[in-house]
């Protein structure tokens, strides 16, 4: 069983549900149409491990591909070299097309609840489901005012100009996950125009493509809003079951210019726009979990010529395009456009000509395959939906939101290499992690830190200050506690470590009042142990222990070791292993004083070895 | 298909748009159109009218119910439950509503007289049918219509053809389409009044050809919640009843504004729309020269004059006036509504409700496209007919020469309403270029049909394109979305020369008002009546 949003599938479509064994498993909601659907014994259920298993799947698909990748990396080399040098020859273009989920309490055009994210309970099929999502006769759409919210916060921070007024098309074509026989969508007349997204050397645009230049501006053609159509599975081999409880969700369709020129750039953009669209609280779920589509037009052209003289929408000199359909990761677009160009460029090398025609791509494939040629075009038949009034945008609505609107990755990375001192590096991983959370603790964590360990003397030594004490806190936010969290198969919402707590280590680590060593202990047991209890109620000291009191538990205070002391004890290992004191002083090698460093820490009590003295020591008695 | 266009479609040049109309178009149609004007003169001048009480014969046919079945006007009856519709106090009472089985009613099954949707009960009431229930009314029956409303007859229906009450030589007479049934249970009795839905003329014509009246509001006015659409931008709920008291009494109880229906006007609209106090008593009554055509009978034509002529005497004013994309307009209409059609149907398909074929719908074995089967199957000869239309007129290859085409024409057609009316059309942009008040009227009066209804027999030998000349006289006011409403005439003395005692008596005359001039509309037809 697979779920399936391809439209291609030419399939014996049964009825959906008219299997005698069928039961529904869950109770459906008090919900007039899902009675009715149930009544009529058109209710699939749909467990939540059939939408889990495609992720896993794919998981596993694409870590298998990579360990085949890496056992046939001669072969690799070679073909990547002939392909550089017909890449010498031929230039790759590409648009893409995204499609996400908005972050909405209803439908577009029905009041009924949106879809519950991952994590949540679903709920059973075809239990969110308004009359008009089954498009029973007789039915109208009602738009949904409050879905326009996060398309404009979408529209603003793609810095799209915002239209005054747009309207709603319907596009047709038939089906089983459109129930209406149409999709609703401003194709025509869409609601947001002419964007620009820009992105650097750490958004992933490989260095090509740079040119020298820090960063690259890729057009957005426009934002539409449209439907979502019902989910089908695939049951057996002639039958499916629909699920509408997607049906007539809001998506946004962002459709950039054909700006992109390397299949790195292309899924950079991809990857970019969904960090925006969370950013600003657009869209909730992301591409791995099925709220981000992309479809992408790729075509290729030799360098310096204006290939078939194709264009789209004021970009010209294109070559032949076709289209790529429903890519949900980004090494689906990745991979599929490398696939397809050099399967142009192949056919045109060989003398052949490329057709207009629309491709599909699998995971862990080789090759684009071939759906439909033009000639399998659907002609959508696009006309204006007379039931709905145009959508008019007033001025005042998109100033206040680009007024209120939250910060976007890009500033809130630079914000945190810059204020913070974190790498780039590290402000991009800490900020695309966790919906954001995980930079929210990080700065909690920081300010904290920083009002107690900070002395404030004056305006250059508090940035010096700040910055030092963001990287420390950065480094412990991202590898000690993601490292736990990664050993323990945690998610970040079950982290348990509070700002405080991770900040009162920090302070006495920053103190000396304990090694590195020690607080990484702590941290870990602060980890495993249960939560403290929520409430009006200052948690108990027995429930949880605070940094302290663990510190005292496990007698790790540091108590500093007289240099006479440090000097025993290094000795004492030195003595022990003369081959590494011949190795050191003898053959220069000076890394494996970090061994002796190593053994110092160990043997010594707990809580007594600073790495840093024992180093100074060793490398002292070395020389002597 | 192409055939059908070509004959049918009268295509747009510049010179149709405003500003270059002018001579040659209007040159076309004035010799017939001064011949038309001295006709109205000498009307007008001639001498003094008899007027007839022209009771209503309905009551003459309110036969046994077993002859309501024969004329098969009705689908479904009701379950008339005294208990249930007790509100004794409400405004309707007790009082019978047929409804056409195009609107949605919970308890009853609604077909749209479609095989595509055999036994389909829907889960909910349509915002009319539960306002009716709210006043007391009790819904006596689901009336037959044309299938989806296709159709100006009430013959292309899954349930059987309609037949009207009246015939000639024995044959029955077409009871008018596509609210045959809903005219039929009126003018039969069977009901105090109906529901019909008018996308072109469909509750007018109806109305006309079974001598009752038959109102089509403005658009926006009635929820459409609940309305099986055909063409969403055209379609309206309109009343039939056997006098025009009735008809604004179920009106009051039905015009509201309802948040379902996103065209629904809104209240601070109502309140624009109209005027204040509308007066009947000196009626400014328009006669468009374009309605005056080859194919107007005798027998309408003189009930038409007579009609102006009492109008006049009665101390209203007569006013030719010109609408000169009158005939444009029915091709526009036939490019539209199809078009429409081809897209609000296309939810048919079997899945969700409804009728479905036997064995699978999307075998790739048979090279038939998804659902072929099922809707080859569900869907009569004419909706077939219409949805192929549609789909062709807004292919990528045709949209641009039939579709946007006939928007534009549209366009046009709400613009010659505009320039004859006194009244400023309240959703618009006022002009500059708007007559004085002493230019405009405030009703047209116009025959509903050029002619009698045909007999069933010479139904079915008409083509198709014949039969949709039927809707000439009613398509301009529903492109322009006016209230409009067709009241019967008594065909007197030697008009009715050669009627037969089982024939229709009377002709349908229709008056169209400014948009949202509804009321006027209402009293204006009082008058027509009297």
Known sequence: ?624 | MAIVLEIFFVSLSRSDLPGHSGGRDRDLTSASAQHFISKVKNVMLSARFCWRNASRSCQVYRKSHSISQQLNAIVHNGRPDPGKSADASGFLSGKTVAVKDNIVTKDLPTTAASKILTDYIPPFDATVVKLLQQHGAIISAKTNLDEFGMGSHSQHSHAGAVLSPFSKNGVPLSPGGSSGGSAVSVATGQCWAALGTDTGGSVRLPAAYTGIVGFKPSYGLLSRWGVIQYANSLDTVGILARSVADTKHLYGCINAYDQQDPTSLSATVRERLGRKGADAKRLRIGVPLEYNIDELSPVVRATYLRTLNALQNAGHTLQPVSLPTTQPALSAYYVLAPAEASSNLAKYDGIRYGYRTPGSDASAKNNLPLYASTRGEGFGEEVQRRILLGAYTLSSEAIDNYFIQAQKVRRLVQRDFDSVFAQQHPLLERQAEIPSDEGGVDVLLTPTAPTLPPTIKEVKQQSPVESYMNDVFTVPASLAGLPAISVPVRIIGREGDGLEETDVHDVGMQLIGQFGDDELVLQAAEVVVQ
């Open chain 1, 1 to 624: 069983m697979h779920s399936s949003t391809l439209r291609t599938a030419p399939i014996h479509l049964t009825r959906t549900l008219q299997h005698p064994s069928f039961t529904t498993a869950r109770s459906l909601r008090p919900c007039i149409v899902a009675k009715w659907l149930q009544s009529r014994r058109l209710t699939t259920a749909s467990p939540r491990t059939q939408e889990v298993i495609p992720l896993r799947k794919h998981l596993k698909d694409e870590a298998k591909r990579k360990k085949a990748e890496v056992k046939r990396d001669g072969n690799v080399l070679s073909t990547k070299q002939t392909s550089d040098s017909r890449l010498d020859k031929w230039e790759l273009t590409v648009g893409i097309e995204i499609h996400a989920e908005l972050n909405t309490a209803c439908k577009l055009f029905s009041s009924a609840p949106a879809e519950v994210s991952v994590g949540d309970d679903g709920g059973s099929a075809n239990s969110r489901v308004a009359a008009f999502d089954a498009a029973l006769p007789g039915t109208q759409p009602q738009f949904q005012i409050a879905t326009l919210l996060p398309a404009l916060r979408a529209a603003i921070a793609l810095e799209c100009e915002v239209q005054r007024k747009s309207g709603w098309d319907r596009k047709h074509y038939f089906h089983w996950d459109q129930p209406n026989g149409y999709q609703i969508t401003q194709y025509y007349r869409p609601f947001a125009k002419d964007g620009s997204l820009t992105l650097g050397a750490f958004d992933g645009v490989p260095a090509e493509d740079l040119n020298g230049a820090e960063s690259i501006t890729i057009g957005i053609k426009q934002i539409q809003m449209e439907q979502d159509t019902a989910k089908t599975m695939n049951v057996g081999s002639s039958t499916y079951h629909v699920d509408l409880n997607r049906a007539g969700m809001p998506l946004i369709e962002v459709i950039t210019l054909p700006h992109i020129h390397s299949p790195q750039t292309a899924a950079a953009v991809v990857r970019k726009i969904q960090a925006v669209l969370k950013g600003v609280d657009a869209c909730v779920t992301g591409m791995e979990l099925g709220g981000l589509r992309a479809d992408v037009n790729v075509s290729v052209r030799q360098r310096g010529t204006s290939g078939t003289g194709s264009s789209y929408s004021g970009v010209s000199g294109l070559g032949q395009r076709t289209e790529i359909k429903n890519l949900s990761s980004f090494k689906a677009v990745e991979d599929a456009i490398v696939a397809e160009r050099d399967r142009q460029i192949s056919v045109l090398e060989a003398g052949g000509v490329i057709e207009g025609e629309t491709r599909g791509w699998t995971l862990g494939a080789t090759e684009t395959t071939r759906l439909r040629g033009k000639e399998g075009e659907v002609d959508y038949r696009y006309m204006p939906d007379a039931d709905l009034p145009p959508l008019v945008i007033g001025s005042d609505l998109v100033k206040h939101l680009k007024t209120t609107m939250p910060m976007l990755p890009d500033a809130v990375e630079q914000d945190l290499e810059e204020w913070h001192g974190l790498s780039r590096k590290d402000a991009k991983t800490l900020n695309e992690q966790d919906n954001g959370d995980r930079v929210e603790f990080f700065e909690r964590t920081a300010s904290f830190l920083l009002a107690e360990v900070g002395t404030f003397k004056s305006e250059v030594s508090t940035g010096k200050e700040r910055r030092k004490t963001g990287k420390l806190v950065g480094n412990w936010v991202l590898h000690e506690l993601g490292g736990l969290l990664a050993t323990h198969q945690r998610s970040w919402d079950d982290v348990r470590v509070t700002a405080d707590e991770l900040k009162d280590i920090l302070v006495c680590l920053h103190k000396n009042q304990i090694t590195a060593r020690a607080a990484k202990q702590i941290l870990a047991e602060l980890v495993q142990r249960q939560p403290a209890p929520k409430g009006p109620y200052w948690p108990s000291m027995d429930t949880r222990p605070s940094v302290e009191q663990l510190i005292d538990a496990g007698n790790l205070r540091l108590r500093p070791l007289s240099e006479h002391e440090y000097e025993k004890l290094a000795k004492q290992i030195m003595d022990a292993s003369p081959e590494m004191v011949k190795a050191v002083r003898e053959k220069g090698q000076k890394g494996k004083v970090m061994w002796f460093v190593g053994q110092m820490v160990r043997q010594g009590e707990e809580g007594t070895v600073e790495p840093e003295k024992a180093k100074v020591v060793i490398e002292r008695l070395m020389d002597g």
